[in-house]
């Protein structure tokens, strides 16, 4: 089966008990048993459920692996992989992540005694140079959020060939990217963003094709209960049946949209791994098969100017997240990387001047006129930026 069908078949045959062509929400906590320890499979929805193990099914084909686990938000799956590993042990993460990822390493499992070093991971020899003999784990993020820079899977597996690679896909979704077949060993998604792609459910998976990891995983998942709704579970498959079509949209809107503002005086600098202006195109060209639909920018000018832009725009929603059809606009900052500290954000390039896009998939031209009379409606630049 390819992408796209498995999108739509895979852990989704007709219903076994009444023939529903499409799997219905089981929405129940119990099951009753024939006699004791004599059931179908399930026997308590936090630890099985046929509408959450059918979305599992086909989020884990997605990856092209055999398992999958999924939870109820991103951090929900992130927090399961972090949680399979034990005091002292240590992480070397990408440092320019979500905000929300650094928030549960730095504040949670920091005070459980993890360890964490957050480097620049364009260069696979200082990772190498990083590792520890407690070093358990290493943590991608690729593309970045919100700064969009790549990091090689293949060339950070191979560097630590004996340490768990895990990579969160969220920006990439697996129609661009597929991180097991680079030589990760999961795949964690918070599947809020582009696999549920309507802004309308909460949710996250973690996706392996290792039996052992995922048994651990799946342990995590039933002993710690961070586990999606049957109605969450369902509105996500939904979601994902059309994740090729929306992804193939989304790209061809944003390679639009980075391209009108790199064309423009006023803007100061666009990140979007399709352009060849992007210091990591090849890399890009290699390792995805499309570009995805986020799209970083600086405008010239103060941070108010980049507030007043953002409040300007017509069909760009000022808010938080990404993935879904409508258009986007969030400054990051302030909003979803709040949680870093200044000087830590400054650091990376993401400075109170970035703001960053979700391209929707309305038709161009709406959303380039929306773009361009946002920016013409701005007081001109004085003197230079
Ligand atoms: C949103 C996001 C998360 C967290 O997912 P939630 O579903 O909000 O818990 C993790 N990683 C990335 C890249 C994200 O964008």
Known sequence: ????????????????????????????????????????????????????????????????????????????????????????????VSDDLYGGTYRLFSNVFGRYGLQFTYMDMTDPEAVRKALRPSTKMIWIETPTNPMLTLVDIRAIANAAPDLIIAVDNTFATPYFQ????????????????????????VGGAAITDDKDLYEAIKFQQNS?????????????????????????????????????LEARTDVDRVYYPGLASHPQHELAK????????????????????ALAFANTLK????????????????????????????EERERRGLTDRLLRLSVGIEDISDLIGDLQSA???????????
């Open 178 to 201: 597929q991180p097991l077949e680079l030589g990760a060993d999961v795949v964690v998604h918070s599947t809020t963003k582009y696999i549920g792609g309507h802004s309308d459910v």
């Open 375 to 385: 920016l013409e409606a701005q007081q001109p630049l004085t003197a230079p930026a």
């Open 224 to 260: 710690a209960g961070g586990v999606p709704g049957p109605h969450d579970a369902w509105l996500t498959m939904r979601g994902a049946k059309t994740l090729a079509l929306r992804m193939r949209e989304h790209e061809r809107n944003a390679m639009a949209v980075a391209q009108f």
């Open 1 to 92: 089966m390819k992408f796209s069908t498995k999108a739509i078949h895979a852990g989704q045959g007709a219903d076994p008990a009444t023939g529903a062509t499409i799997v219905p929400i089981y929405q129940t906590s119990t099951y009753t048993q024939e006699a004791v320890g004599v059931h179908k499979g399930f026997d308590y929805s936090r630890t099985a459920n046929p509408t959450r193990r059918a979305l599992e099914t086909q989020l884990a084909a997605l990856e092209n692996a055999r398992f999958g686990c999924a939870f109820s938000s991103g951090v929900a799956a992130t927090a399961a992989v972090v949680g399979l590993l034990s005091s002292g042990d240590h992480v070397i």
């Open 315 to 342: 069909y760009f929603s000022l808010a938080e997240s990404l993935g879904g059809v409508e258009s986007l606009i969030c400054h990051p900052a302030r909003m979803t990387h709040g949680s870093i500290p200044k």
């Open 286 to 305: 290699r390792q995805m098969t499309g570009f995805g639909g986020m799209v970083s920018f600086t405008l010239k000018g103060d941070d108010a100017r």
